[in-house]
């Protein structure tokens, strides 16, 4: 297959006005007032009868004619003949003469003859049964004459009425027991690669296959924007059976959005069945993330093309094809919700695309906003996870600088910045420290990162496990022992018992990342191990099969070991104790919680400290 290179790239407006002049409309539902709630009206609705129906009583009281009450007052009352009552629900059986009145219930109908109504408050009843009232009252007075509410043939609801309770209320005044409402745009989700597994089925990672992502992600944002999503299955990389695939969800919906293979490689081949089997309106957009965009149709269905890595497809649907879901839907824009803050850390761009940039917030121990890059790549899902809102970055801007003001575009208007941002070492501890917070976020990035984003100021905390390179302007909330070593096979069927047996023996180690505290405890054992011996740190090392392979996850290591992929895996007691393997013991290592001083008195830090004191108090003493 020959290789087919983007096209020119599209402006991001010219992708909105391509997606813009898709159809993707559903029709018309006809749904009963039960069902109504939320749905968009699609035609007016005019009143057929009058609401109320016929005068009533607004209060309980008297029926009367009004001229009858003229100059009345307490001092000098009306006396009216009582003749009859009348209740809500019943038909008046009496005709109202001069000098008469009826005792009527709210809501009932007021009789012929009657005028007004005057509540019982204002009355009394004479030991004849007379009624007398003591103030004057005019014509219409507490009564809500026929139509008063809804006049028949008035206008009740008009189209693109999005119906809430009291519209509901007001069909049911109106007798309306079913409405027409578009009918939600129905969207077909095909997720494409032969790598990919749905949750919940085994997933082979020897065989580079990796659980779907973009099915749930995408169909979770289709239904929030106000779409059906309907799921279809996984399309491989071979053209007809993503021809198929991609045909029956165009027969069936309004539009099809697909995700991967839209990049201009040899494999990806869906633009290639949009040219030859629909109309191809647009390929490559000038956005990052989001360049291999696809826009289109095929066959009677819309079609859209979402790039395969989680976070460029979520930013790309967010962006261009849920405004305009929206739209198709009758549903308005929801809220803008923007807030300004300052720039943590700098932020680099390619100039030339637009830039979608995932940023975070955290408030500084002035209570000012401040606005930090999540950005890990486009296949890092955790991005839009760890993310509160977008910072938009014009493709004439390729660097913005620390302390730099600039507008977030938040995901939604209900989003607040966490009480306590934290990042650093991945710790048991911590972790269960963390559950007793409200609203904590805290990025496991390592020791070396974390402190590197302590000295930029910003996260609130930072945890560092093993030793600490040099001083740091921060302040120590919390220490705590763990301890670490070898994580091996259950019953240590290899008898590793020292460090000394991963260098000499013929076994498969698997390590951390070199930003990982446990990382650097084994650095300085195996540097004391080549002093013993009298050889370089060096030889140590390159005696260690596996020694570079390091993992980023403090778990990760221990659970090659249940794989069957390594001999022995760095990691923590803690973790071999719950995985139930083997632990071989090489010390214990300090963790500290290091505060940014400027934080220190932020509620969300002093209630981290109170947790993580009364934590490692409470565990000191039920070890005693």
């Given amino acids: ?75 000098d009352p009306a006396r009216l003949e009582l ?82 309770p009291r519209d509901i209320g007001l069909l049911s005044a109106l007798g309306i027991d079913e409405v027409p409402v578009r009918a939600p745009p129905t969207v077909g989700i095909v997720s494409t690669g032969d790598e990919l597994v749905r949750p919940g089925e085994d997933v082979n990672s020897a065989r580079g296959e990796i659980y779907d992502v973009n099915s749930y992600t995408i169909a979770a944002g289709v239904e929030d924007a106000g779409g059906k999503a309907v799921l279809y299955p996984h399309a491989g990389d071979e053209q007809d059976e993503m021809e198929g695939v991609l045909r029956e969800a165009a027969e069936e919906c309004d539009l099809v959005l697909s995700s991967g293979s839209t990049s201009a490689s040899a494999v990806d081949v869906i633009y290639r069945v949009i040219e030859e089997q629909g109309d191809l309106l647009l390929h490559g957009v000038s956005v990052k993330p989001g360049k291999p965009m696809l826009v289109g149709r095929l066959d009677s269905s819309a079609y859209v093309g979402l790039p395969g890595y989680p976070v460029s497809a979520m930013m790309v649907f967010r962006t261009f094809v849920a405004p305009a879901i929206r739209e198709a839907a009758g549903l308005p824009e929801p809220t803008a919700a923007t807030v300004s803050g300052r720039l943590a850390r700098e932020a680099r761009s390619e100039q030339g695309r637009h830039r979608l940039l995932p940023v975070g917030l955290v408030c500084d121990g002035d209570g000012e906003m401040l606005v930090y890059p999540v950005d890990k790549g486009s296949g890092a899902t955790t991005s839009l996870a760890e993310a509160d809102g977008v910072v938009e970055i014009d493709a004439e801007t390729d660097y913005l600088e620390a302390d730099e003001s600039v507008t977030v575009q938040l995901f ?3 989003v607040q910045p966490p009480t306590l941002l934290g990042v650093g070492e991945s710790d048991p501890t911590l972790n269960r420290v963390l559950d007793r917070l409200e609203n904590p976020r805290y990025l496991s990035v390592g020791s070396r990162p974390g402190l590197r984003q302590l000295r930029e100021g910003v996260p609130d905390v930072v945890v560092v496990a093993g030793p600490l390179e040099r001083d740091l302007e921060a302040t ?52 004391e191990l080549a002093a013993e011996r009298g050889v370089e740190r060096h030889d140590i090392v390159e005696s260690i099969d596996g020694f570079d392979l390091g993992l980023r996850a403090h778990e990760s290591p221990a659970r090659r070991v249940i794989a069957g992929d390594a001999d022995a895996g760095l990691g923590l007691r803690e973790t071999a104790d719950r995985l139930d393997l083997g632990f071989v013991s090489l010390g214990t290592q300090p963790v500290r919680m290091l505060a940014n001083p400027d934080r220190v008195k932020k509620p969300g830090v002093r209630k ?17």
């Avoid at 006809?30 to 749905?39: E, F, H, I, Q, T």
């Avoid at 009527?104 to 509540?119: C, E, F, K, L, R």
């Avoid at 096979?489 to 076994?507: H, K, M, S, Y």
């Avoid at 993580?612 to 039920?622: F, G, P, Q, R, Y």
């Fill in 608 to 624: 981290l400290e109170a947790e993580l004191t009364t934590h490692i108090t409470d565990n000191s003493s039920a070890n005693k």
């Fill in 1 to 75: 297959m020959d290789r087919k290179e983007f096209r020119d790239l599209a402006s991001p407006a010219m992708a909105r006005e391509a997606i813009d002049s898709l159809s993707l409309e559903g029709g018309v539902d006809r749904v009963s007032l039960a069902d109504a709630r939320g749905r968009v009206l699609l035609a007016r609705l005019d009143a057929e009868l009058d609401v109320p129906g016929f005068d009533r009583a607004s209060l309980d009281g008297y029926a009367l004619s009004a001229r009858d009450t003229f100059g009345a007052d307490e001092a």
């Fill in 83 to 164: 003749v009859g009552e009348v209740h809500a629900g019943e038909e008046p059986d009496v005709a109202l003469k001069s000098g008469q009145a009826v005792e009527i219930s709210t809501g009932a109908v007021m009789p012929d003859g009657a005028d007004a109504m005057v509540p019982v408050e204002r009355t009394d009843v004479d030991e004849n049964g007379d009624v007398l009232v003591r103030t004057s009252v005019a014509p219409g007075d507490n009564v809500m004459f026929a139509g008063a509410d809804v006049a028949a043939g008035e206008r009740a609801l008009g189209p693109g009425t999005r119906i809430t």
């Fill in 476 to 527: 120590t909330l919390a220490e705590w022992d763990r301890e670490w070593g070898v994580v091996v096979r259950a019953g240590n069927p290899d008898e590793i018992d020292e460090l000394a047996d991963l260098v000499d023996r013929d076994l498969q180690v698997v390590n951390r990342t070199t930003d990982s505290g446990l990382r650097s405890s084994l650095g300085a054992a195996v540097a």
């Fill in 412 to 414: 939604s208007p209900d």
